[in-house]
């Protein structure tokens, strides 16, 4: 037969060709179709990047135009969608909301679509992206029993996607430029990350020709583990619990004891063994958003930062190149803007959408696509014959 690598945990398999994103883990670079994300994250702007994901190079300023306006048609979902949510316990993590809601579109798009269809796969894609924010606040809304707020089409993505989680139908509400600014480049350096445990789902589920909608779903459920999108959620509450400058040793320590199963959460990565750049700007934006909100003594910030640098003078974590990731400062951005940590995955999922879609995209053009299909080592019971239960 065909002779092949054992690789737990995929550590040194490559699964796919890809054009979409470049991660140098040594350098600390990552790079979408080429651009720096710390160039993006400055420069650009969400729904920019979506198109550079998508279609792989800048929009001309018409380009980028008819896709906004493409994505803001698709903002609403089918009224019928609302019904799902009541299905679920109030207090229901909204992640688990968006697993069964999101998966529920595939319902609204599957005999209608042909994703053998390149202009239909196309369709397929900017609904996702158009749909999810509304799904995501959604799941917010109903977490804290207030009405849905329809998506308002005059907002630009970021400020509509405030909108439907902090407005509400008795009072005006402005969204805060500072805010929206803070909330694009959080989505925008959650955008892509290549072969990450929920894009390689989204792309093993797609693999089978499954209906796409579905298939993000499949990305959703795991991105939920705190081993990946649930460290940003994981991460807050351990600062909190942290709670004050003086208590950090104590954590640095369960963190290094080998028989404490407790990690410093926000810390560590797979393929970053130098900065996560991402966090780096994270950083940066946690500075100035909470600057501007005039809250910079923010305890938590506090402890965040000091964590990260007892931590980076540590030899456990030196030599285990253990720096901090993405996760481990967008919580404080996202706790300052209203948000509660249940909401911290979700809005990562609504992020990593586009990466899920272009990746599923990019692999159904792919003429070497073929469904996923790893082996094993085989380790159980060699043959043996039944036994009759009486006999046993
Ligand atoms: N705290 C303490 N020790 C750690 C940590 C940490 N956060 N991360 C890794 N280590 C140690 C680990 O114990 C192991 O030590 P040893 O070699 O002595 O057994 C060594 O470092 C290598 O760790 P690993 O678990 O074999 O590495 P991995 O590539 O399988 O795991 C990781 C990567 C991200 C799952 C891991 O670093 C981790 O659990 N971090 C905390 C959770 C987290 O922040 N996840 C977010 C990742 S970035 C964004 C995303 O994907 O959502």
């Given amino acids: 037969g065909n002779v092949f690598t054992h690789d737990p945990g995929f550590t040194s398999t490559s699964a796919c060709e890809s054009e979409i994103t470049f991660i140098d883990g040594d350098k600390g670079e990552l790079l979408y179709r080429g651009y720096p994300i710390d160039q993006l994250a400055e420069k650009s702007h969400y729904l920019e990047v979506c198109f550079l994901l998508l279609y792989g190079h800048l929009p001309t300023a018409q380009e980028l135009e ?14 019928q ?9 109030r207090d229901a993590h909204p992640m688990a909301t968006m697993v069964g809601v999101v998966g529920a579109l595939s319902a609204f798009y599957h005999d209608s679509l042909d994703i053998n269809d390149p202009w239909q796969r196309e369709v397929a894609a900017v609904r996702m992206i158009a749909k999810v924010p509304t799904i995501t606040a ?12 329809y998506p308002k089409n005059s907002l630009d993505y970021a400020s509509n996607f405030l909108y439907m ?12 430029p500072i805010l929206a600014r803070a909330m694009d480049r959080i989505f925008t350096l959650h955008a892509d990350h290549e072969q990450n445990a929920s894009t390689s789902t989204v792309r093993l589920a797609g693999s089978s020709g499954a209906n796409p909608f579905a298939c993000i779903a499949a990305g959703i459920a795991c991105l939920w583990g705190p081993a ?18 003086d208590r950090i040793p104590e954590y640095i320590a369960r963190a290094k004891d080998k028989d404490d199963p407790f990690r410093l959460m926000g810390f560590g990565h797979r393929v970053y063994k130098n900065f996560d750049p991402r966090a780096k700007v994270m950083k940066e934006s946690a500075d100035e958003v909470l ?3 005039g809250i910079e003594n923010n305890e938590t910030l506090k402890v965040a930062k000091e964590l990260e640098r007892i931590a980076l003078e540590d030899e456990y ?16 951005i996202l706790e300052a803007m209203g948000f509660p940590t249940s909401m911290f995955t979700p809005i990562f999922a609504l992020s990593r959408t586009v990466g899920w879609i272009s990746q599923w995209r990019e692999m159904l053009a792919d003429p070497a696509q073929k469904i996923g299909r790893p082996r094993q080592l085989y380790t159980g019971a060699t043959r043996r014959d039944y036994i009759d239960v009486e006999d046993r």
Avoid at 165 to 176: G, I, Q, R, S
Avoid at 228 to 245: C, D, F, P, W
Avoid at 317 to 332: A, E, Q, R
């Fill in 66 to 79: 008819d896709f906004e306006m493409r994505v803001t048609r698709h903002t609403m979902v089918h009224e």
């Fill in 81 to 89: 969608i609302t019904k799902f949510f009541s299905g679920y316990r």
């Fill in 138 to 149: 959604m799941a917010y809304k109903y977490s804290i029993g207030q009405p849905f707020m």
């Fill in 165 to 176: 989680c902090f407005a509400v139908p008795a009072e005006d509400y402005e969204v805060n």
């Fill in 228 to 245: 990946h999108g649930g460290a940003n959620q994981a991460s807050l509450e351990m600062l909190r619990e942290i709670g004050t400058v």
């Fill in 291 to 293: 600057g501007l909100l």
């Fill in 317 to 332: 974590f030196v030599s285990k190149k253990l720096y901090p990731n993405v996760d481990f400062y967008s919580g404080i």
